[in-house]
């Protein structure tokens, strides 16, 4: 027969909301706090009839009597609670009774943790951040390899890749809340661990279910007393445990019965192969026969062919930027012992290096907790990010490779054919580089499989048959998955590596092991964007960078050999940049002068673009804006990556200006041209006029000035009559832009027309870009010789035939 509902007071009502805004909670915290759903939380603060347990929960989380909140007369409430106590137990008091026996006891266990790297144990409290659910196995998705690359093109690097697009997240509390039995999956160092623990202490301390125990049982360690006792009884376990806190069994076993115990089976992955099935076994027993309990059990997501019955499975999510930056500004001051001023500081400059572009693939590495940890570690030292990023590659490996488990006592299962650590690395090398090459980042099972047959045949020489390669493949691709998680399945049957950062690394590992055959093959790529970070890593690593700096350079010059225009312009621009007196070194120079040039040859791109397009109203103002913006925005990231900041000189800066006028004199044109409003042409014209008055005051020559201020005295006013000027320019602005153009040649030698076509303005952008990763790669190797360095900057944007002279 079901209990009689309870309801409210008027004043219990009252009480409850100052008790409410007391704790502040809100009603939907509240519902989370007890592990129930907001619907009866909102009916008892509405008076509406609530079942009995929910009712007293609600009381005993706002700390209030539950008999005076219902206004239950004195001699009803002996009745009352008889009817919420059967059999004369008084649960709340037993629950209240054996918490308090074992207070000191969930502290000792999962109140601290052992951090990688560090000495002090490190309370959880102190460092815990809160984790997202994915409510569907990302593993588990159906979609096509077409799908993911779709996804990995709307985002920059692999971070979140699959999951962000096609599932919504749940906080970890919520998903405990609403599954009463739940399997949380996840990744080597996603926090499955810590978030149990957290669960075990929130719940001890009556934050979380107060109407729970928490039990937290490591299953490696139940499997091995087990093992030695021979008694895979958790029953008897927990028993025993509860024993040394002075809990006996009879109040144990009705803690169970009765379902007053959340929990917690960490770690099911890192049960001993020999004892896994008598611990699953036991596992599903035990939760069948007290199955009124709040289950979590926690297991590496590769290892999920233990299912059990009733358990709704989740995976741990990536940590997203909210959670990357909390867990940080907390880690500079629980683990680097920081205060808290100091540590958010530095958490705070962590936080925005992180962010910056160059590290892009540090900000992808971060959204795994224990990769997340190593970084700041890094990070501690010099309060900066290493620029040379192989040796961080190589930490992160060996702590999933190895470390990770030594530190946790854990046993794997041996890999087919006793593969050793460094066979690990040279497969993944070769997976990577082959796979990378064919421009896959995502593959098939049948395909890795296929890679990993052909690299264990080729090492070990052997001679087996289909069948018996298969069965060891499929062992090799579950083990790298399970144990080191350096492989991970996107969707039913696609895999990728855990991270895109890892993948490139591994490919230039490949290439530095194959030595010359491997730098003449990558140098092959040398305009491929999504190659650049492998040549980064490949000179940062190899042993003498000389070769391949020179196979570069040489690669880049060949680009535009064959182009007569463009040969005619890299003369120019070095006669330019010989005119031009400065302390910079030529190269910088010349990449001033060619980051000058090439804001102009935009307005040529642009217009072919606009003639040739067939673009609505709303289209041409959207793209004339993007256009705007990539013409005004300076980009010296060649001279920078050369000599540093550049301060300008007088001649540099006249040019600038100089060169930023007749930009604007062009988006005006355009802008007049497309017929946009009012508004913008205004913006525009406000733009060419500063730009020359800026130059304008820096220009010495006085037979240059005077034609300067004569040209600019032909502009009508731009303030009071802004349709005049917009009818002026229309009529003559494209003659007036000329003869700034003439000027500029005359007595500048800037501000050329060359009239390069759109294919020779993408050519001398693959240009820049190439000259740019050359010199950081450059500044990025780690063994170069001077006179090698020397002859590269030297020749750097020169001409084939100033090159040969």
Request: net charge negative; aromatic share 10%.
């Amino acid at each position: 027969m079901t209990s009689q509902g309870l309801r409210a007071s008027p004043e219990g009502i009252k009480a409850a909301k100052t008790a409410l805004t007391d704790k502040t909670l809100s009603q939907y915290k509240l519902a989370a706090a007890l592990g129930i759903t907001r619907q009866p939380v909102s009916k008892f603060f509405a008076g509406e009839s609530v079942s009995r347990s929910c009712f007293v929960q609600i009381c005993q989380q706002l700390g209030l009597s539950w008999q005076k909140v219902a206004g239950l007369p004195e001699d009803m409430v002996s009745e009352a609670t008889n009817k919420v106590q059967p059999n004369g137990v008084d649960f709340d008091t037993l629950v209240r009774k054996i918490r308090q026996q074992r207070q000191d006891k969930i502290p000792d266990q999962c109140g601290t943790l052992q951090m990688l790297d560090i000495a002090q144990a490190i309370s959880v409290l102190d460092i815990y951040t809160n984790v997202n659910v994915l409510e569907e196995l990302t593993c588990q998705q159906w979609l096509e390899i077409s799908d993911l690359m779709q996804d990995l093109n709307h985002e920059s690097n692999f971070k979140q890749l699959a999951e962000d697009s096609h599932q919504r997240k749940l906080p970890g509390l919520e998903a405990v809340s609403r599954y009463s039995k739940l399997m949380v999956l996840g990744k080597p160092g996603s926090g499955k661990t810590t978030f149990l623990q957290y669960l075990a202490i929130a719940c001890n301390k009556g934050d979380f279910q107060p109407q729970h125990i928490a039990i937290f049982v490591r299953l490696k360690e139940f499997a091995e007393d087990a093992k030695e006792n021979n008694q895979f009884n958790l029953l008897k376990y927990i028993s025993q445990e509860f024993l040394s806190c002075g809990v006996e069994e009879e109040s144990t076993a009705t803690i169970l019965t009765e379902g007053k115990a959340l929990i917690l089976l960490d770690g099911l992955d890192e049960v001993p192969s020999d004892n896994a099935e008598r611990v699953t076994r036991e596992i599903r027993r035990f939760t069948q026969v007290y199955y009124k309990n709040q289950f979590v059990i926690s297991s590496r997501i590769a290892a999920q062919q233990y299912r059990f019955q009733g358990f709704t499975e989740v995976e741990v999510a990536d940590f997203n930027y909210e959670q990357v930056e909390a867990f940080v500004k907390k880690w500079f001051v629980a683990v680097a012992h920081k205060s808290r001023e100091d540590g958010e500081a530095t958490g705070n400059l962590f936080i925005h290096q992180l962010n910056l572009p160059e590290n892009q693939q540090i900000r992808e590495l971060a959204t795994t907790p224990i990769l997340l940890h190593l970084i700041c570690l890094v990070f501690h030292g010099k309060a900066e990010f290493p620029s040379n990023l192989t040796k961080l590659y190589e930490q992160i490996l060996n702590i999933l490779l190895v470390r990770w488990d030594e530190r946790k006592g854990v046993k794997r299962q041996t890999f087919p054919c006793h593969l050793t650590v460094h066979s690990k690395k040279k497969l993944l090398s070769q997976i990577a580089a082959i796979t990378f090459e064919q421009g896959n980042y995502f593959f098939t099972q049948e395909k890795i499989q296929q890679l990993i047959t052909n690299y264990i045949g080729t090492l070990l020489n052997l001679s087996i048959d289909s069948i018996q390669f298969q069965e060891v493949s499929e062992v090799a691709l579950q083990l790298i998955e399970v144990q080191e998680g350096l492989l991970v399945e996107r969707a039913r049957g696609i895999y990728s590596f855990s991270h895109l950062a890892l993948h490139e690394y591994f490919v230039a590992k490949n290439i530095v092991e194959s030595q010359d055959q491997g730098c003449k093959s990558l140098v092959t790529h040398i305009t491929e964007a999504h190659w650049h970070n492998i040549f980064l890593l490949t000179v940062s690593m190899l042993p003498n960078a000389n070769e391949i700096l020179g196979l570069m350079k040489r690669k880049i010059d060949l680009l535009v050999a064959k182009d007569n225009k463009i040969q005619d312009f890299l003369i120019w621009l070095r006669h330019k940049s010989i005119s031009v007196s400065t302390s910079y070194k030529a190269a910088a120079v010349r990449a001033f002068y060619l980051v000058c040039v090439r804001r102009t040859p935009a307005e040529y791109l642009f217009a072919h673009v606009v003639r040739t397009a067939s673009l609505t109203t709303e289209d041409e103002d959207s793209f004339y804006r993007q256009h705007h913006a990539f013409v005004h925005t300076p980009s010296y990231e060649l001279e920078y990556a050369l000599v540093g900041n550049i301060a300008f000189n007088s001649d540099l800066a006249l040019d600038e200006f100089l060169t930023s006028t007749l930009t604007c004199a062009g988006e005006l044109d355009f802008a007049v041209d497309l017929t946009l409003n009012d508004a913008l042409v205004l913006d525009h014209a406000h733009a060419l006029s500063i730009a020359f008055d800026e130059a304008l005051n820096l220009v010495l020559e006085p037979e240059f000035k005077k034609d300067m201020q004569k040209l600019k005295k032909q502009l009508p006013p731009i303030e009071s009559y802004p349709k005049q000027f917009r009818c002026w320019w229309q009529a003559n602005g494209k003659v007036w832009g000329e003869k700034l153009r003439s000027l500029l040649i005359k007595h500048r030698n800037i501000g050329h027309d060359w009239q390069f076509n759109q294919q020779q303005i993408e050519l001398l952008q693959q240009y820049y870009e190439a000259n740019k990763l050359l010199v950081d790669c450059l500044n990025r190797a780690a063994n170069v010789t001077p006179l090698a360095r020397q002859e590269i900057e030297e020749a750097l944007l020169l001409a084939i035939a100033d090159i040969q002279n």
